[in-house]
């Protein structure tokens, strides 16, 4: 996750100036997306406020790689300059005085050269210090076990990755416990997290520990949030849906039904997702989890089922529309309702004679 900046301005004002010659020359080549971040950009750093990557994915309903493809494609267009830590995170976002793409003449022919302007420096504050990992030693290690606290954590992760524990293990564990300051609710939700995502290892779940120490991640809730953003399966799912947002708890729930309970492949979930766009334009993703739910239901189970669930439904529905054509009342008719006249034409005969 990239870290806060804050955006530096000397002047104070309620308004944010934009360059007649961005609106000329740059804004008719970008789109939305690049557009909405160059302004936030501005509106923050006129008023002297921090920001983030996360920030604007947030204000826009964007995800964190879409804004960082705009502050790109800014900065290839020479709008703005990005410089990154010796972790490759964005640390600062200079600000470019905005010049014509074509450099302007004096009336005597020569070339205006426009000087090198002077940066306006979006600044991000220092990382959090990481915590150093301590080596406990083996009295230590007995202690930690024996403490009821941290017994527990140790039973709870020997479930998880299914084997007795070994003294690096333990250090791991009493490492992000102690120093990380991480409660015993998280760590749980942290091995769940790893085991999910099919990784046993220790330093693979330290290195989470560690992200989420930095992204001030206190609770479950708030990881599990952090973790929806960054699933791409969910974020497909969405977009497929014409869904823009980042993804609630509620939403993440129907979406980990289709891949969780029903078994579904991406591709199928994907039809689903195709035919409910075209069917309707509210409620979509109730609407798609009908249409996965209808297919576990009928035994679908890869994408070619489909077809035959279809043909079955197909048949079924014809035959019901010709079981209904089959039993209309005729009396129904309004024709039928006119009373019936019963003549006796030999009779009728015999009068006409005699007259």
């Known amino acids: 996750m990239m870290g806060r900046v804050t955006i530096n301005q000397n002047n104070g004002v309620n308004a944010t100036s934009l360059s007649n010659i961005f609106i000329d020359e740059y804004m008719g080549d970008a789109n939305d997306a690049q557009i909405k971040v160059y302004l936030y950009l501005l509106r ?26 705009s ?6 267009q020479g ?46 504050p220092a990382a959090p210090q990481v915590p150093e990992k301590p080596n406990y030693t083996a009295a230590q290690i007995k202690e930690f076990s024996n403490d009821p606290d941290t017994a527990y954590i140790i039973f709870i ?19 992000i416990h102690d120093e ?13 997290y790893c085991v999910d995502n099919n990784k046993k290892d220790f330093r693979y779940m330290e290195k ?47 979406i980990s039904r289709w891949q969780g309970e029903y078994n579904f492949s991406m591709d199928i979930i994907m039809e689903a997702c195709d035919r409910t766009v075209l069917a309707t334009q509210k409620n979509r993703l109730k609407y798609c989890d009908g249409i996965l739910r209808n297919w576990h239901e009928s035994g679908v189970k890869v ?38 006249n019963d003549y006796d034409f030999d009779e009728l005969e015999k009068q006409i004679l005699d007259n």
């Open 180 to 192: 990380l300051q991480f409660s015993n609710d998280l760590i749980d939700y942290l091995m769940q």
């Open 44 to 69: 923050m750093m006129t008023a002297n406020l921090p920001t983030s990557v996360n920030d604007i994915a947030d204000k826009f309903n964007h995800t964190e790689k879409d804004v960082l493809r």
């Open 157 to 175: 992760a020997e479930q998880y990755f299914g084997r007795t524990l070994n003294s690096n293990e333990m250090n791991t564990i009493f490492y």
């Open 79 to 124: 709008l703005i300059t990005l410089q990154y830590d010796e972790h490759r995170q964005l640390s600062s976002i200079h600000m470019e005085d905005i010049v014509p793409h074509k450099a302007q003449k004096h009336n005597d022919g020569d070339t205006f050269v426009i000087s090198v302007p002077t940066k306006q420096v979006v600044s991000a």
């Open 71 to 76: 502050l790109k494609y800014w900065e290839k």
């Open 208 to 254: 989470v520990a560690i992200n989420w120490n930095q992204r001030g991640i206190t609770n479950p809730k708030q990881a599990r949030a952090e973790s929806f953003k960054y699933d791409e399966n969910i974020i497909s799912i969405m977009k497929a849906l014409g869904m823009e947002n980042a993804p609630t708890e509620r939403e993440v729930n129907f």
């Open 303 to 340: 994408k070619g089922d489909i077809a035959k669930c279809d043909a079955i439904f197909s048949a079924g529905f014809a035959k019901t529309r010709k079981a209904k054509a089959s039993t209309i009342d005729v009396n129904s008719n309004p024709f039928n309702k006119f009373q019936q």
